[in-house]
């Protein structure tokens, strides 16, 4: 079972999270399927400034999904995506509904970040790069003002010796830390982490943990969707545990990691505690 997490340290003041700041992203009764299957049968979370909210449940719960549709990466058929009080405005309805606003769509994406499962980094790129290309080509800032603060981040994430190397020549925890490079120098909203450390053996999981661990303490707004209880109950302010696309179970991790109210729940962390 998971140790009782400690609260994470706030060091940017713009960060803090009080209950009654507009949430940087909230869904509401989100519904999603593909053809007769529903995936997401009306799901609502809520993300303040400064707040980790993991996401938990079994394979095909609908985590990632949910995820996706935070990102405009999927169309729901129903329910609102808002990003800091600003509702994506759509057109159509059921499957055929697709955001009205192309601008708005960049414009959100811009400040929501993701990071995958499987890193996708521009293979034919340097680490550097990869870092590097999105602030230049999206933001359209400055090389001579990017590449120094790419290096920093290369250095933040512990790879500050791998900026000329390229994607192969890195083993897959070293990888991901140049995703989550890449996703810091958009200078996001918030992070959206999916499955992080799924792909990887359990010695580099860990050097991925530690950076996640560390944004959380800078007090990063961040979703995560991840497999890792032990992640899960270290850095978040609250966890969601979904179950056949329904909240079967949401609160601070101490509780549900802690004195699990439903039974679904507590048959799950015994079978991820084997």
Same mark, same amino acid.
Request: a negative charge; hydrophobic letters at 40%; aromatic letters at 4%.
């Given at each position: 079972?998971?140790?009782? &997490? ?29 053809? &007769? ?28 999904? /949910? ?21 994506? %405005? ?7 509904? %697709?955001?009205? *606003? ?9 400040n929501l970040s993701m990071v ?18 999105? &602030? ?27 900026? *000329? ?10 990888? !991901? %830390?140049?995703?989550?490079? %890449?996703?810091?120098?958009? !200078? ?15 010695? /580099? ?14 007090g990063r707004t961040m979703l ?35 004195? &699990? ?14």
């Amino acid at each position: 079972m998971p140790d009782t &997490p400690a609260a994470a340290a706030v060091t940017d003041p713009a960060q803090s999270s009080p209950a009654s700041q507009t949430p940087v992203i909230e869904l509401r009764d989100i519904h999603k399927a593909y053809g &007769p299957l529903e995936v997401l049968k009306g799901v609502s979370l809520a993300a303040r400034r400064g707040q980790v909210v993991s996401l938990i449940g079994s394979s095909g719960s609908g985590k990632s999904t /949910l995820l996706r549709c935070a990102n405009l990466l999927e169309d729901s058929q129903s329910g609102e995506v808002v990003f800091n009080g600003e509702p994506v %405005r759509w057109k159509g309805s059921a499957m055929s509904r %697709r955001p009205a *606003d192309h601008a708005q769509v960049t414009r959100i994406r811009t400040n929501l970040s993701m990071v995958f499962q499987q890193f996708n980094l521009w293979a034919h790129m340097s680490i550097l790069q990869n870092v590097m290309e999105a &602030p230049v080509t999206v933001l359209g800032r400055p090389r001579a003002e990017v590449e120094p603060m790419a290096h920093e981040l290369l250095a933040k994430v512990g790879i500050g010796d791998k900026a *000329d190397a390229y994607p192969a020549q890195l083993s897959g925890g070293q990888q !991901q %830390r140049a995703a989550i490079a %890449r996703a810091l120098a958009m !200078q996001p909203q918030a992070l959206l982490f999916d499955e992080p450390t799924s792909a990887l053996d359990p010695e /580099l999981e860990q050097e991925v943990v530690r950076v996640i661990k560390a944004l959380a303490e800078e007090g990063r707004t961040m979703l995560i969707v991840t497999h890792d209880m032990r992640l899960a109950a270290d850095v978040s302010d609250h966890v969601v545990f979904l179950h056949k696309g329904l909240i079967a179970e949401e609160g601070p991790p101490e509780r549900l990691f802690g004195a &699990p109210q439903t039974d679904r729940l507590k048959q799950f962390l015994s079978a991820t505690a084997n």
